[in-house]
């Protein structure tokens, strides 16, 4: 079974988005907290014209990692962000990493989604209550 993605700590394009953080020469730092509310991990981001700077704290010492941002054309006529990939250079809106290690994909740290794994007798009673309840009458979720 691969390792869920839920056991990394995420950096998601959106959250920087919604924050306001994407403008040129923003500094900060990210923290990922525990269920307690301490600091687990903080990375320090300084953003540039189109990429992130990462301060990534190792074993040895902190290191740059320097993340391209690129961008989607909407139907809409808008522009979507996007990271790109340090490691493979796919178009990605989350990317990955553990404490004293650098941030990469999904695909590259080779990373499942819980909902992956839902045992077949879960997935097919989900699919058994939306055919037979079309209006929506008893869903759960």
């Not at 403008?23 to 600091?39: E, G």
């Not at 992956?116 to 209550?129: F, I, L, P, V």
Request: glycine fraction near 8%; proline fraction near 6%; charged fraction near 25%.
């Amino acid at each position: 079974m691969k390792t869920f993605v839920t056991q990394y700590h995420a950096l998601d394009i959106a959250d920087l988005i919604r924050g306001g953080y994407l403008y040129p020469f923003c500094r900060f730092d990210w923290v990922w907290r525990t269920k307690r509310d301490t600091p687990a991990a903080t990375v320090a981001v300084t953003m540039l014209q189109d990429a992130l700077q990462l301060l990534v704290l190792t074993d040895a010492e902190p290191v740059k990692q320097e993340v391209r941002l690129t961008h989607s054309l909407s139907p809409g006529g808008g522009k979507r962000r996007w990271f790109s990939c340090p490691t493979c250079q796919r178009r990605v809106g989350v990317l990955y990493h553990l404490p004293t290690q650098l941030f990469q994909c999904r695909r590259c740290w080779d990373l499942a989604y819980p909902s992956q794994y839902e045992s077949k007798r879960h997935g097919q009673g989900r699919c058994h209550r939306i055919i037979n309840n079309p209006e929506g009458e008893g869903r759960k979720w």
